[in-house]
């Protein structure tokens, strides 16, 4: 007698539906992750932080360039203005009027772009998995979130080099490809460097295409590799030693290099300048350093720096304990590169170029540490079965603690007390420089005949910026010019205003300014978000 067969569904279904089922689990993890990353980009753009004076004068200058005026060829720290940046602002700006969050939506979409970039890239080179966890990590960082939404010359840094980065890493991985990725990866660093020099230690990442070279056409005998390598060696040696001798000869009559090659040298061997080196990155990737240099915020230094060195190790560990079977050349490449990037960066810049204030200058280290992290969750996940789940639900955890993190110290610091860090990036509802202006064409009536004085330039660029459209609003800063016509009859309607930041010496000298003169002044505040007094307007009294 036979037994009939068991019915029941086929093992491939069950195979499919249960990867059906950890598909829509891991996109209901990463879509509200990228949903937030790219959100905390744009919402209040035109109001927080509020604009400095550097977004102001970009923001004029392409005004400039739009219209055919002359513009300023180099940036206010000496660098060549960058054409990649500005012309995109100034194309912006001929479909949309001046505002603050015009001037700030092409920072803010180039860093969004980098997140599909980085995932195509990404995928090509280390998998599917790496990719979602690196383009997850490059949303929710707090650092490249704050530095995508002010538009000054760094604010393309990530983007720029994250493409040296992964076009490196590409050739690399594909030696039949490598000369050809390294040209792309040499032009796009070029780009780089113009975006801001500082950028020039993404570098690094150009020796690893030719690596894939050298190692392609390395003899097939262990003894005929040994030999080779000794020959590398020893040739780099050899022209470290060369180029040391050259620049030690040429800083005997610079005494700029001479300084910085002596401090360099102390550097290497100064255990307080590494210890602070450690822990300012740490501080540029866990949010310390953005909140303290934009909002003002102070959360528990210790426990973030704590939080994060444990978040790191773990990670390495997944990274570098993987069983030897699945361990990846490229990834002994990107720590490699790391090493090297890090180290210079290290020598020439030092701890400080990573303080607040300071901190862009190392946004070029985001993309390469939170892809090498990102390896190292990956290895959590795709060698370790039985913690595959456990590791997506901490890594989640983490993503959203970040999130929330970054939401309570700059959002809603901003939100509640308007910024307690530099005056520039206090701001309200409506940013204090944007009400200035408003305020001043309400009080003058007409849009003619407006003279607007300031002496700080962190208030006279937004204002001049966003006053480009009113042809009869001229301005100034510095000393004023009374005899020019403009300005007397601006004194004669009563259309003269000084615009200072409450409190301090510049005011001072404004509120003397019009008493010297036999004038007196009305006076408008303009209040931050927590009702303190920032901006103060002087309208000086007309001819009667």
Same mark, same amino acid.
């Given at each position: ?7 029941? #569904? ?50 004029? $200058? ?44 092409? #920072? ?9 970039? *980085? ?77 801001? #020099? ?157 303080? #607040? ?87 003058? *009536? ?8 300031? $002496? ?15 042809? *009869? ?72």
């Amino acid at each position: 007698m036979s037994v009939p067969p068991v019915s029941g #569904p086929a093992p491939a279904a069950d195979e499919h539906r249960s990867l059906r089922r950890e598909r829509l689990a891991i996109a209901a993890i990463v879509v509200p992750l990228l949903t937030a990353g790219v959100a905390f980009r744009f919402i209040h753009l035109g109001s927080i932080p509020g604009v400095s004076g550097d977004e102001g004068w970009w923001g004029v $200058q392409s005004l400039a360039w739009l219209a055919g005026r002359p513009y300023e060829a180099h940036t206010t720290s000496g660098n060549p203005i960058d054409l990649f940046f500005l012309i995109p602002v100034g194309l912006l700006h001929a479909i949309a009027p001046p505002s603050f969050f015009v001037l700030r939506t092409v #920072p803010a979409f180039v860093n969004v772009l980098a997140l599909p970039i *980085g995932f195509w890239f990404v995928r090509r080179i280390y998998g599917r998995t790496t990719a979602w966890i690196h383009t997850v990590a490059l949303a929710t960082l707090p650092t490249a979130i704050a530095h995508s939404r002010i538009c000054q010359d760094p604010s393309q840094s990530i983007f720029w080099t994250s493409v040296v980065i992964y076009l490196s890493l590409l050739g690399f991985a594909a030696s039949s490809r490598a000369w050809l990725c390294l040209a792309a990866a040499s032009g796009v660093f070029a780009v780089a460097l113009w975006t801001h #020099p500082t950028n020039v230690f993404a570098g690094a990442f150009l020796l690893l295409p030719l690596v894939s070279v050298v190692r392609r056409r390395m003899p097939g005998s262990r003894r005929g590799r040994v030999i080779v390598l000794v020959f590398a060696a020893a040739a780099i040696v050899f022209a470290v030693v060369v180029a040391a001798l050259a620049v030690s000869r040429f800083a005997v009559s610079n005494p700029y290099l001479a300084r910085s090659l002596a401090s360099a040298s102390a550097r290497l061997v100064d255990g307080a300048q590494w210890f602070e080196f450690a822990a300012n990155n740490a501080r540029l990737f866990n949010g310390i350093t953005i909140y303290h240099y934009f909002s003002g915020a102070r959360p528990a230094t210790a426990l973030y720096d704590i939080a994060f060195v444990v978040v790191v190790l773990i990670l390495l560990w997944g990274l570098l304990t993987k069983p030897a079977a699945l361990r990846d050349p490229r990834d002994y490449a990107l720590m490699a590169a790391c090493a090297v990037m890090w180290t210079g960066f290290y020598v020439f810049a030092g701890p400080k170029a990573l303080r #607040p204030h300071a901190e862009r200058w190392g946004l070029c280290l985001i993309v390469p540490a939170a892809l090498l992290l990102s390896r190292g969750l990956a290895g959590w996940i795709g060698t370790r079965p039985r913690l595959r789940w456990p590791a997506i639900a901490a890594a989640a955890l983490l993503a959203t603690s970040v999130l929330g993190s970054f939401y309570v110290n700059y959002f809603n610091a901003f939100l509640t007390t308007g910024g307690r860090s530099h005056l520039a990036y206090v701001t309200a509802a409506v940013e204090p420089k944007q009400q200035a202006l408003e305020k001043i064409l309400a009080m003058s *009536g007409v849009d003619d005949g407006v003279t607007i004085v300031t $002496q700080q330039w962190w208030l006279y660029w937004p204002i001049a910026y966003l006053a480009t459209p009113h042809t *009869g609003v001229a301005v100034n800063t510095g000393a004023l010019d009374e005899r020019a016509p403009d300005v007397q009859q601006s004194l004669r309607s009563g259309r003269l205003f000084f615009v200072e930041f409450a409190g301090t010496p510049e005011l001072t000298r404004a509120i003397e300014w019009v008493g010297q003169r036999g004038r007196r002044a009305a006076q408008t505040p303009v209040y931050d978000a927590s009702g303190r007094e920032l901006i103060e307007i002087l309208q000086v009294s007309g001819e009667h």
